[in-house]
Nanobody, 122 residues
């Protein structure tokens, strides 16, 4: 079982940057597909980026080129560097550990963090 704790959210202006971090404990994150998801008010949760056990990353079209996901197995952390932020990036961001995945969708038995809020103001 994996416990995930997100940090790094906050409020920034359009065009700004934030770095989210997810600290994992309880299991080796190298066994999972680690991802970042987000949910805006009134919308469904969506995949933002997932990094595979081989280090290969997958991004949503809306963030590709602006966001970068990275994983440090030694520190058990997964970060999301977010640049050129837009108002539509405003959401609660969640870290996830996925035993399996297809694209940006996780399979069963996903472990979730509690989320960190990101707000982009114009």
């Amino acid at each position: 079982q994996v416990q995930l704790v997100e940090s790094g959210g906050g409020s920034v202006q359009v065009g700004g940057s934030l770095r989210l971090s997810c600290a994992a404990s309880g299991d080796t994150i190298g066994r999972y597909f680690m991802g970042w998801f987000r949910q805006a008010p009134g919308k469904e949760r969506e995949g933002v980026a997932i990094i595979g056990v081989s280090g290969t990353s997958t991004y949503a079209d809306s963030v590709r080129g602006r966001f970068t996901i990275s994983q440090d197995n030694a520190k058990s952390t997964v970060d999301l560097e977010m640049n050129s932020l837009r108002p539509e990036d405003t959401a609660m961001y969640y870290c996830a550990a996925c035993p399996t995945r297809i694209g940006l969708r996780c399979g069963a038995r996903v472990y979730w963090g509690q989320g960190t809020q990101v707000t982009i103001s114009s």
